[in-house]
């Protein structure tokens, strides 16, 4: 056990993690130049797509040191983006250290900082690491004093490389084996294992990733799950290079996966503890806190048929994605669905993606919104994350919304458009200081509301993508919200109502009635779309009707005839405008969401 390391590597979004798990990889001698490819560990698509790491991945790196002893090294290379903060929690429980990552050029950011608070929970080591030293722009020197001024950690163990070139990587894993403490456990003691992961297999059933604590585990054990108390016959156990290694056993202090014919999705808890049937751990591993999910939005199939394929899809996707949530939910208008929680933009992109890819099931997103508090006139107080169970208006005797303090990090010439966009967005109690030359650490509190749609994009387009951008939730505070609905031909469309503030409501109304207009195609009839208050109208456009050309076969001729046939028409449209249904496309949904304004 004085051989293992568990590590993983944390910054904040760019600095170069996956890029440095490559260079360790490939220094430890674990894939061939034919089979490299960049961000090795990324197996998703969409990672690959849009250069970001969505799962936490672990590998197992055989490594041997200039003293001439082998070590073997956990690795688990985590997200950035503050939207998939849970998944990192999850990879720093199973690990004793970490490796903090730092851009050279950009310095302390603020995933930074909240990953740090994330390390010292867990009572990690943290070795920080200087990356991207061979950019023009670099200034590995100022960037030390950061690390040691800012977040205090000591100077003399940081280390730096270049992740691209491969510059100063050795001294790194020198530096893991060093300063890392090793894992600590008995193998004689009862079996305790924490799952941090999973996923689903066609083939094999649910793949368990898990980290021993106490303890052994070998294929044919019986084990059991604490928070269900079922229990299962292990078929194989193993460790993760970059596919998966059969091993006899794994043994405490190792980080593995684990194979026990699960077919059942729901058996599997990520924070749940394995033991032994016959010979069980006295109490369960302190598993992870709980998700709190700060946006909500209704995902409903476009067809009903497939509302038993969505079923299966959440669950397995919720195996992968622990920060997801559900429950089940109804629309008049959409048929049965679900009602999800997310993290945060991001997430909900995400999730519908892979909906759509893994499982090729086609499906609407309901606007997004997020957790409100209403006080009635009996005095009860009640949560409404859902326009659908907006109370009656004259009962509400006061009404309160979640509220984040937002912590930007700029360059000082970008001061003016985001104080300006804050402003927008009904921020307030703004401040700011100067960390180092040239750079604002900008702070401002905010509704949840309005930073969900949109504001990330905003923020990165107002500062040229120079400004970081992470936010913690504080309280909540009374607020003046209304249900705006959105009206096609009369008829109320579930899943465009949301709740918004009242000095928003024409703005967004009216938004969404213009993008509305872009998307409906024609009909043989006018449709009036409208934005409405209760039954106030605020904002309104009309898609203009189709015209026959019903005179074209009368050549000259009296004018009453060409009269008549018109003013047959127009009785035609007005009893057509009373039965005619429109049918609104799936991408007028996803147009309203992505407001231009």
Do not use: W
């Not at 001698?29 to 560990?41: A, G, H, I, K």
């Amino acid at each position: 056990m004085k051989n293992i390391r568990n590590f993983s590597i944390i910054a904040h979004i760019d600095h170069g993690k996956s890029t440095l798990a490559d260079r360790l990889i490939q220094h430890c001698n674990m894939v061939t130049d034919r089979e490299f490819r960049d961000q090795l560990l990324d197996s998703m698509d969409i990672e690959r797509e849009r250069g970001i790491t969505i799962k936490s991945q672990t590998i197992c790196l055989p490594y041997t040191a200039k003293d001439g002893k082998n070590y073997i090294l956990n690795l688990v290379d985590t997200p950035g983006h503050v939207d998939f903060s849970y998944e990192v929690s999850r990879a720093l429980a199973s690990c004793e250290g970490a490796l903090l990552l730092v851009d050279a050029a950009q310095g302390v950011e603020a995933q930074t900082l909240a990953n740090l608070y994330l390390a010292m929970e867990n009572d990690l080591d943290v070795i920080p690491v200087i990356n991207k030293i061979d950019l023009p722009a670099a200034d590995p020197d100022g960037v030390a004093l950061q690390i040691e001024e800012d977040l205090g950690l000591d100077g003399e163990l940081i280390q730096r490389c270049s992740a691209k070139t491969g510059l100063g990587v050795e001294d790194i894993l020198e530096a893991v084996v060093k300063h890392l403490p090793p894992p600590k456990g008995d193998l004689d003691k009862p079996l305790e294992a924490l799952i941090f992961d999973a996923n689903y297999d066609a083939f094999r059933g649910t793949i368990i990733s898990c980290r021993v604590v106490e303890g052994r585990i070998k294929a044919g054990d019986n084990i059991k799950f604490m928070f269900n108390d079922t229990c299962h016959k292990v078929e194989e156990v193993g460790l993760f290079q970059l596919a998966r290694i059969p091993r006899k056993e794994l043994v405490a202090g190792e980080v593995g996966y684990i194979i026990a014919g699960l077919k059942t999705v729901s058996d599997t808890q990520v924070g749940d503890t394995i033991t032994l049937r016959d010979n069980p751990c006295a109490q369960a591993l302190p598993g992870y806190q709980e998700i709190q999910p700060v946006v909500f939005s209704s995902i409903y199939p476009i067809s009903t048929d497939d509302y038993e394929d969505l079923a299966t899809a959440m669950e397995k996707l919720k195996l992968n994605d622990a920060a997801l949530t559900f429950q089940k939910d109804a629309s008049s208008a959409l048929g049965f669905g679900f009602r999800c929680g997310f993290l945060g933009l991001l997430h909900l992109e995400v999730v519908q993606e892979r909906l759509e890819r893994e499982f090729d099931i086609p499906i609407i997103l309901t606007v997004p919104s997020v957790n409100y508090y209403f006080y009635l006139a009996d005095g009860s107080m009640i949560e409404v994350d859902n326009p659908a169970y907006f109370p009656d208006p004259g009962s509400i005797t006061r009404t309160e919304e979640p509220y984040i303090k937002a912590n930007i990090l700029i360059p000082e010439r970008y001061m003016g458009v985001v104080m300006t966009l804050c402003m927008e967005r009904r921020g307030e109690n703004t401040h700011y200081h100067y960390p180092m030359p040239g750079r604002i650490e900008f702070t401002c509190e905010l509704p949840l509301a309005e930073i969900i749609y949109d504001f990330y994009d905003r923020l990165k387009s107002a500062t040229q993508g120079y400004g970081s951008f992470d936010y913690e939730l504080i309280d909540y505070r009374p607020s003046d919200l209304v249900k705006l609905d959105i009206l096609v031909n009369s008829e109320k469309v579930d899943a465009l109502s949301q709740l918004v503030h009242r000095d928003n409501a024409r703005a967004r109304g009216l938004n969404a009635c213009e993008k509305l207009k872009e998307e409906i195609p024609r009909q043989m009839f006018k449709i009036a779309i409208q934005g409405a208050i209760g039954g106030n109208i605020i904002a309104r456009t009309t898609i203009a009707a189709l015209r026959k050309d019903v005179t074209a076969k009368c050549y000259g001729g009296d004018i009453s005839r060409k009269r008549k046939l018109l003013e047959k028409q127009k009785a035609g449209k007005k009893r057509m405008k009373t039965v005619g249904n429109v049918d609104i496309p799936q991408r007028a949904f996803l147009a309203v969401l992505k407001s231009d304004q």
